[in-house]
Structure formats: structure tokens, C-alpha cells
């Protein structure tokens, strides 16, 4: 498989596997970036990665960085907008789900705990740089 995740940390555990894609507005309204992403909401941090056939490092967003999670309408169609500490906001459709859906489970994320002592709570800046380049080259 290409796109591996990162193995859990001691302690983490999986809410939740969808596959998203970044909401983007154009002209003619919003629309969803290709490819979509992978995404994994664990209870401690979410993890994004591209789906392409060249592998590229996931995205590990801790969930100490998400300010702000709430469902959206993108023009008719159903969404969720995720702000960031950083000041980023991702604006994403979801394509499809396993378990519970992904506002239930960014909610359950954003509750729980981080207690495991293998956790660094830190966002590292070139993650979200280098999903901010892939997008923007969408």
C-alpha cells in the first residue's frame, strides 16, 4: 500500500475513517478539489494524506490545534469547516465514512483526553505547509 498512515501511539485509538475532499469556491460555486484525502480522526489528532499512487507523509493535525469544528452548507451541498490555531481553515466534503460521522467524531477528539506520554502535542508546521502546497496545486 502506498499511502500508509502513521502507527498509532500508545494509547490512540481509531474514531473514524473517511475520505474527504478539499471545498474549494470558484466562479461557478464551491467545488471538490482532486484527489480527495484520506482522513483518520483518532482521540488524539487528525491525520490527512493525499490518494494518489505516489506516496506522500499524512498530515498529523493534533487536536489541541483544532479551534473550531462545525458542519456548513458550501452552497447546496452539506460540509465541514475546521479552524486551526495557525489560522488555516479547512473547508472539506465528505465523499464517504466508516463508523461514526466525521463531526461526531472530530467532537469525540476534540473531548477526550491526551494522555498518552508517547503524544507530543505539536503541530509541525511543515505538515500543514506541505498540505497547503498540495492543495494549491489542485
Not at 475532499?21 to 484520506?38: E, F, H, I, K, M
Not at 499512487?53 to 499524512?58: A, G, L, S, V
Not at 452548507?73 to 464517504?96: C, D, E, P, Q
Request: hydrophobic share 40%.
Amino acid at each position: 500500500m502506498p499511502n500508509q498512515p502513521p502507527p498509532f501511539l500508545p494509547g490512540e485509538h481509531l474514531l473514524g475513517e473517511y475520505q474527504v475532499a478539499v471545498a474549494r469556491y470558484t466562479p461557478s460555486g464551491w467545488s471538490p478539489t482532486v484527489p480527495p484525502l484520506n482522513a483518520l480522526v483518532t482521540n488524539f489528532r487528525l491525520i490527512l494524506q493525499p490518494q494518489t499512487r505516489r506516496p506522500y507523509d499524512p498530515a498529523s493535525i493534533p487536536s489541541t490545534y483544532i479551534m473550531k469544528v462545525c458542519e456548513v452548507m458550501f452552497g447546496a451541498r452539506a460540509g465541514m469547516m475546521v479552524v486551526l490555531k495557525t489560522g488555516h481553515r479547512l473547508n472539506l466534503f465528505i465523499s464517504w465514512s466508516s463508523g461514526v460521522p466525521l463531526a461526531e467524531a472530530l467532537h469525540t477528539m476534540l473531548s477526550s483526553p491526551v494522555g498518552s506520554n508517547s503524544f507530543r502535542d505539536h503541530l509541525r508546521q511543515r505538515d500543514v505547509k506541505r498540505l497547503i502546497r498540495f492543495i494549491s496545486q489542485l
